[in-house]
């Protein structure tokens, strides 16, 4: 039946909504998928990009020159030098053995570097690169790459390693650097990514440890493209990271290389500070050791024989031991009670050899006595009996304080390894750390830098500077960094009575000028360069009332270890103090006889800046002298020809 025309019409109307409903839908979708398209290709393509690029490209760190090291007229202490190595990729050399094999018949290999290497190429991936051998020269790289052909997956690289050309001189005070280890990462919360670099080196001790974070500098990258696999297929593009910063001592290096061969084997320590700025001139610490023997990775036989001597030469004694400083001391208790208004310079005290405190008798060094005493005598003859009867007066207390104030007793902050405290103990310290209550005789032991007193040879330097110039000198290592001038260590007056520093600094210029003094023998006679100096001798070991009624054994009759220490202390010119001088030889038994020769000749290279004449030594030690200079500059010269220490 057919449809009338309204009845079609109706139908026709239904088909059309219908047909643009379903039509807008599609529309409607098409448009969404559209919004969507752009909006990944768009919007989200750098995002999208990152994400491919992850899959096929990798960042690397890049290790950055670090800061080299100089003293203060620009000579090289730390430098970075061509280190070449040999690596291999195990996937490229098929026959790892064969290949290790033909390598050893051209350069020498290690056994313990083969048996790391083997190591490490089964615990890696075989297109990873392996170090076979580091630290080669120019020769060995030579052979390999002229057999190149014939060692498949050898491959030769250059890198930085660390450079100390003044071998042993400057180990003490710079330091060495080394391959981070395990250890090293595990003292830090969250390690720096450039530590991770294989074989990177950090500084263990030392400056190079101290002042790690300026010398390292920051590391740079490389964008290398990898496959699935993660196999390197090319370098995309690098950006070097930033050198660490270049770094200057006060240190002069001609008058550290003269005091280190000086104390020559003995154990021993001297150090020259700068009264103007505090500056530390020389820091030598004996006998020491060569520092590139750590970076290249010292063997055990090596380390053994270090550690293993009684003296002690990986111990930093300059600022890390600490001693009794003996009659260096008395200065500190003589300006202690000079400042409390206690004594005069025409006060005297009677000395019999001895005196009796709480039933127990303290022992002047000279058995028969001194007699009647001032404070000028007690110096140049350095009596113990005035000092013992000068510290009951004045007490503990306010010598300690004194001694503080001096610079003893007080943790100095220079960037070196284990700098010590040292000690000036009190009452309050007594009880704190040894739970028991002072006594008097602890201020008698005390007042003559014996009993609980510690210094260290820096300290002592300090003490003697401050006396010199009555000013709170501090003692100055880092000259610059990246050429800024870093803050002097001048420092300003310490408030002490003028004249009693001058009786006090008197006293020392008799020591070493006065026919009587304990330094006479090590004086300097030039004009213009006189020096006031303080000797001291402070006992390792207790000596008994049997001992002193049968006659005390002599220092070169008792075994090394039992003999005392042997300390001198000096400032010179006198009348205008350029620099401040401190000695101290280990057992080496009389500060006056051991220590102020060594002192004497040290203040002297400083003063004249070199070699200085022979006129400024008494007549009597000219010859000595002379072949002493003779020996040295040999000695020099000697090792300026050694390429191995050559000083650019």
Known sequence: MRRSPKDQEGAHRKLSRRALLLGGMQLGLVGALAARMRYLQIDQADQFRLLA???????????????EIFDRNGRVLAHNSPSYRIIIVPEDAGDVEQVIGKLSELIPLPPEDIERARTEIRRGRPFLPITLADQLNWEDISKVAVNAPALPGITPEVGLTRIYPQL?????????????????LSKLEA?????????????????????????RGTAGAKRIEVNAGGRVMRELDRKEGQAGADMQLAVDTELQNYAQARLGKESAAVVVMDCENGDLRAIASAPSFDPNQFVRGISVADYRMLTDDPYRPLANKTV????????????VTSLAALEEGLIGPEDTVYCPGHLEVSGRRFHCWKRAGHGHVDLNTSLKQSCDVYYYDLAIKVGIDKISAMANRLGLGVRHDLPMSAVASGLAPNRDWK???????????????????????????????????????????????????????????AGESLGLNENNLRMVRRGMYSVSNDRRGTGYRSRIIAEGMRMGGKSGTSQVRNITAAERAAGVIRNKDLPWERRDHALYVCFAPFD??????????????????VAAPIARDVMLQALYDGTPPLEAYPKGDRKRIKAQQDRLARERAKRAENPDSDRA
């Open 53 to 67: 690029e992850e899959n096929r490209i990798n960042i690397r760190l890049l290790a950055p020159a670090r800061g």
């Open 168 to 184: 042993d001189d400057f180990a003490h005070v710079v330091g060495y650097v080394g391959p981070v280890s395990d250890y090293d």
């Open 191 to 215: 390690p720096d990514p450039i530590l991770r670099i294989p074989r990177f080196q950090i500084g263990k001790v030392g400056f190079e440890a101290k002042r790690e974070d300026i010398l």
């Open 320 to 331: 890390q031991g600490t001693y009794p400083p003996g009659s260096t001391f008395k200065m």
């Open 431 to 489: 009880s704190r750390v040894k739970g028991q209550e002072w006594l008097v005789g602890d201020t008698v032991n005390a007042s003559i830098g014996q009993g609980f007193m510690l210094a260290s040879p820096l300290q002592l330097a300090v003490m003697t500077a401050r006396l010199a110039t009555g000013r709170d000198l501090s003692p100055r290592l880092i000259k610059s960094i990246d050429g800024i001038e870093q803050p002097s260590g």
């Open 576 to 593: 205008d103090p350029k620099f401040a001088v401190s000695v101290i030889v280990e057992h080496g038994g009389g500060g006056s006889s």
